[in-house]
């Protein structure tokens, strides 16, 4: 059984920065794209990084040019670097992984940004 571990949230003052970690446990086989998606309070997830088995990355508008994905090869897993974070970065940050196996998700990271 599969499972992703996110750590690396807490809280952090606005223009701080942060690094999400992703550990995962489990077989998977032929991992096609990983990355990261978040979630606000009364909003739906969405993508904020990815990057696929050829390294090509794709990123949400709004963290363009603060964030960046890189992928653990040793774990097959995706780590998030946020820069110059915003009070609306505030979210639940949440792994992913989309392999032959299906689509895997983690429990989350809550990252708070607030002075």
């Known amino acids: 059984q599969v499972q992703l571990v996110e750590s690396g949230g807490g809280l952090v003052q606005p223009g701080g920065s942060l690094r999400l970690s992703c550990a995962a446990s489990?077989?998977?086989?032929?991992?096609?794209?990983m990355g990261w998606y978040r979630q606000a309070p009364g909003k739906q997830r969405e993508l904020v990084a990815q990057?696929?088995?050829?390294?090509?990355?794709n990123y949400a508008d709004s963290v363009k040019g603060r964030f960046t994905i890189s992928r653990d090869n040793s774990k097959n897993t995706p780590n998030l670097r946020m820069s110059s974070l915003k009070p609306e970065d505030t979210a639940v940050y949440y792994c992913?992984?989309?392999?032959?196996?299906?689509?895997?998700w983690g429990q989350g990271t809550q990252v708070t940004v607030s002075s």
């Open positions: 992913n992984l989309v392999a032959r196996g299906g689509d895997y």
């Open positions: 489990g077989s998977i086989f032929s991992i096609y794209a």
């Open positions: 990057i696929t088995s050829g390294g090509s990355t």
